[in-house]
């Protein structure tokens, strides 16, 4: 069974950090792109970042400049580093990956959320 677990979330004031943490589990052959959504309350998800199994990132224009997406492979973990924080940015964070397990096809998995609230 495949699964991702997301950490980090939290309760800051408008221009501080946070990191989040997104670690999958489970009999993974591999893993390709992994990404970070969010949704506040009343409004769509939206995608924050994303990042490749090659590297290369891209972000959403409200977040450009703020935010960095990484990974490491080898620990199965996506990261996600917001400064400047702003309370626009209150929301619940969604980790999101494309895994092909040891049987199971290419498939898209969702982490639980973490809940990212800044304050004025």
């Known amino acids: 069974q495949v699964q991702l677990v997301e950490s980090g979330g939290g309760l800051v004031q408008s221009g501080e950090s946070l990191r989040l943490s997104c670690a999958a589990s489970?009999?993974?052959?591999?893993?390709?792109?992994m990404r970070w959504y969010r949704q506040a309350p009343g409004k769509q998800r939206q995608l924050v970042a994303v990042?490749?199994?090659?590297?290369?990132?891209d972000y959403g224009d409200s977040v450009k400049g703020r935010f960095t997406i990484s990974r490491d492979s080898a620990k199965r973990t996506v990261y996600l580093q917001m400064n400047s924080l702003k309370p626009e940015d209150t929301a619940v964070y969604y980790c999101?990956?494309?895994?092909?397990?040891?049987?199971?096809?290419?498939?898209?998995?969702w982490g639980q959320g973490t809940q990212v609230t800044v304050s004025s």
């Open positions: 990042i490749t199994s090659g590297g290369t990132t």
């Open positions: 489970g009999t993974i052959r591999y893993i390709n792109d």
């Open positions: 999101n990956a494309d895994i092909r397990g040891i049987i199971k096809p290419l498939l898209t998995y």
